[in-house]
């Protein structure tokens, strides 16, 4: 008894301490604008990302112009002060003598220079863990709801001046993967091609095999070959073949593969966004995985016949696995119980209901329903080749 009551007590203070984290959290859930719970963003700037800033005074010699931000959200003016740089990234140098001002009813930020140079491009800098709302919440410059500190957060946007242009300017996201083949999908192929391609150009010294790990889900490791290269993609060929039915998982080490982009990008932001929401402290590998295989997972189509479900799979089953534990129908006022019969070849089964129904009806078949070769279910809404997927459950319609 005194065992019990100390665990249930263990046990509520466990919980307290979870919920007086939760308190800490910041509530991303909540729309824009709405103060305090909210991590400020920069809604535009203008000039745009990689555009001209124009010279508004043509009659005084130079560029006198303002670069001016736009925030959604009320923004704590003193948290501005000295957050807010600007670094010509031609030079590398921090560019001074900036007026700096922010309109609390407008919620925009000006920067101006009386003498901007020419041919340079520029890098605005609203530096992260500085930068507040009103409500004192962090600027959330990678815009992923998430407070990732600083520089991860860092607000940035780039333009240029007479003479230069946009391609002078730094990048101001992080390169990502944009296609993996194979990937999350089954091949028959034992020595496939493995194409790796990024949405920009990248640094091909890093394309390396040592960045590149290919594992099965036994575990045994699979020499990967460089057999091909452009900027922006690489191809690896397995050194051994590989086996019939295994997973193999590539790994790319998100913080060796580094983009190419001009000088004077902030270096945060060379390394893979591996899992595509801005560059944090903690980027976590990527990874993707294939089947290889030349025995293909059963897919399922139901049909509603009036009196019943019909359940047709375009393989032949193992009828163990086709129990009203693996196969259930539901309508408008929930479970609905019945009997299976199997035919067809053990490629259908009917489901008779034991209640009058209601309304329309829905149709759950589990990826635990295995074929006659014991391959799992691929029950996803475009099935792709591998079954037995954490979204491979199918649910009709
Ligand atoms: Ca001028
Ligand atoms: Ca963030
Ligand atoms: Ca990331
Ligand atoms: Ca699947």
Not at 21 to 45: F, I, K, M, Q, R
Not at 74 to 102: C, F, P
Not at 296 to 319: H, K, Y
Request: charged share 20%; net charge negative.
């Amino acid at each position: 008894m005194k065992r019990v009551f100390l665990a249930t007590a263990i046990l509520l203070f466990m919980v307290g301490c979870l919920e007086k984290e939760n308190l800490l959290d910041v509530d991303t859930d909540l729309g824009l604008g709405t103060g305090a719970g909210n991590l400020p963003v920069v809604a535009g700037v203008v000039p745009a990302n990689a555009q001209q800033l124009i010279d508004d005074d043509p009659e005084t010699p130079g560029v006198q112009a303002t670069v001016i931000v736009n925030f959604p959200d009320y923004m704590d003016e003193v948290s501005l002060e000295g957050n807010v740089w600007v670094m010509n990234t031609t030079t590398g140098e921090d560019v001074t003598n900036l007026a700096i001002t922010y309109n609390p009813d407008a919620k925009k930020l000006y920067v101006r220079h009386m003498d901007w140079s020419e041919n340079n491009a520029y890098l605005l800098i609203l530096v992260s863990g500085g930068v507040k709302n009103r409500w004192g919440s962090p600027i959330d410059g990678n815009g992923n709801g998430k407070d990732d500190g600083c520089p991860y957060d860092d607000a940035l946007s780039t333009f240029y001046t007479a003479g230069s242009a946009p391609d002078s300017c730094v990048w101001i996201v992080p390169p990502i993967v944009t296609g993996v083949t194979p990937d999350t999908i089954r091949t028959a192929d034992t020595l496939p091609p493995i194409v790796v391609v990024f949405d920009a150009g990248m640094d091909t010294t890093t394309l390396v095999s040592d960045n590149f790990s290919l594992v099965s889900e036994t575990g045994s490791s699979i020499q990967l070959d460089r057999s091909g290269m452009t900027p922006n993609s690489v191809t690896f060929i397995p050194r051994s073949v590989l086996r019939f039915g295994n997973r193999y998982f590539l790994t790319i080490t998100s913080s060796n593969v580094k983009a190419d982009a001009p000088r004077n990008t902030p270096s945060y932001l060379l390394g893979l966004d591996a899992d595509f929401d801005g560059t944090e402290a903690d980027e976590p590998d990527f990874q993707s995985y294939f089947l290889c295989d030349t025995v293909s997972a059963p897919t399922v189509a139901v049909t509603d016949v009036g009196d019943g479900l019909q359940f047709d799979f375009d393989q032949r089953m193992d009828p163990v696995t086709l129990v009203l534990e693996n196969i259930r129908a539901f309508d408008e006022t929930g479970y609905v119980p019945g009997t299976l019969v199997i035919s067809n070849n053990n490629t259908r089964v009917e489901y008779y209901f034991s209640r009058p129904t209601q309304g329309t009806f829905t149709a759950f078949v589990s990826k635990q329903a295995k074929s006659r070769y014991g391959m799992m279910l691929d029950g996803q809404a475009t099935p792709n080749g591998i079954g037995g997927e954490p979204w491979d459950d199918f649910w009709w319609p």
